[in-house]
């Protein structure tokens, strides 16, 4: 079983920045995709940014130029960096992953699994 815990959300002014973390532990053979989403009271949740483990990323439209994804493989962690934050980025932030773990000692298995959730309030 993987656990995703998170950390880093907050209080912060518009303008501010803050940085998100995620990590996740167990037994993983790798983790093709990792990514973070957003869910804003009243609205669904949706995807802020993914990236690859070969590093590729996208971004929501919303985001683009202020926020950056980042990752480290060795550590099975996922980072997001939030600049020039507005009040419209105010939500609980949700870390995502796709991975592959072993299943059986000759077969893997993927699963998806989420973090806990973070609340990042942008306000002054």
């Known amino acids: 079983q993987v656990q995703l815990v998170e950390s880093g959300g907050g209080l912060v002014q518009p303008g501010g920045s803050l940085k998100l973390s995620c990590a996740a532990s167990?037994?993983?053979?790798?983790?093709?995709?990792m990514a973070w989403y957003r869910q804003a009271p009243g609205k669904q949740r949706e995807l802020v940014a993914r990236?690859?483990?070969?590093?590729?990323?996208n971004y929501a439209d919303s985001v683009k130029g202020r926020f950056t994804i980042s990752r480290d493989n060795a550590k099975n962690a996922v980072y997001l960096q939030m600049n020039s934050l507005k009040a419209g980025d105010t939500a609980v932030y949700y870390c995502?992953?796709?991975?592959?773990?072993?299943?059986?000692?000759?077969?893997?298995?993927?699963?998806?699994?989420w973090g806990q959730g973070t609340q990042v309030t942008v306000s002054s």
């Open positions: 995502n992953a796709q991975v592959t773990e072993p299943e059986t000692t000759t077969r893997t298995t993927k699963n998806v699994y």
């Open positions: 990236i690859t483990s070969g590093g590729s990323t």
């Open positions: 167990g037994i993983v053979v790798n983790i093709p995709t």
